[in-house]
């Protein structure tokens, strides 16, 4: 039984089947197989942030058939096989946001397959994660929104998948008014977020 992650080989590649037997307390994800370790406990600002978008979209998504979820909460990402069964999925991550319209991608375990929409917001352990692995995983399996928060600067990034491949919106700065494109009616101050 793995009870530490010191137990794990980093360099070994992992599936969600085996994920699903270490019994630690640490938060980590699986990107393509390989471990990557959490960002320690996020700081009091980018709790804030994550408590007042929580806020604001559980506010819009209660009204909502699609499914509102925040961290932890696993998101399985199939790859090219789009194969379902645990030992075949190598993808598990825990964004701070996300969004699920299909009731099929839910089960007791979490997410499988791609949300609708992905937030991540960044900390000065996850920038290079956040910004170069999870967008190139996010586009990779068709997450159709994908916004990058940064704290620090008071910025929002939004990308749109189009043809397989995101694309950028205009950054946001904090006194810009952000309207989803996927969801229309999501739309408020961003210093509403920023408080």
């Not at 790859?79 to 969004?99: A, F, G, N, R």
């Not at 990308?159 to 989803?180: A, C, M, T, W, Y």
Request: proline share 5%.
């Amino acid at each position: 039984m793995i009870t530490s992650i010191d137990q794990l080989d980093l360099d070994k590649t992992y599936s969600y089947a085996d994920y699903l037997t270490w019994k630690f307390q640490e938060r980590l994800e699986l990107i393509k197989g390989k471990i990557s370790k959490m960002s320690p406990a996020p700081n009091t600002f980018h709790q804030k942030v994550a408590a007042n978008l929580h806020g604001i979209m559980y506010t819009n998504f209660k009204k909502h058939s699609c499914n509102l979820f925040f961290a932890p909460f696993d998101v399985r990402l199939l790859d090219k096989k789009k194969s379902t069964e645990d030992k075949d999925i190598y993808t598990v991550v825990q964004p701070d946001l996300c969004v699920v319209c299909d009731e099929k991608k839910l089960d007791e375990k979490g997410a499988i397959g791609a949300p609708d929409l992905v937030i991540e917001i960044l900390s000065p352990g996850n920038s290079k994660k956040e910004m170069k692995y999870k967008y190139d995983l996010y586009e990779e399996a068709k997450v159709l929104e994908y916004w990058i928060v940064n704290p620090a600067d008071r910025t929002i990034f939004i990308f749109i998948l189009k043809e397989d491949k995101f694309v950028g919106q205009h950054p946001l700065i904090e006194e810009d008014i952000i309207n989803s494109p996927l969801f229309p009616e999501l739309d408020f101050v961003l210093e509403d977020i920023f408080r």
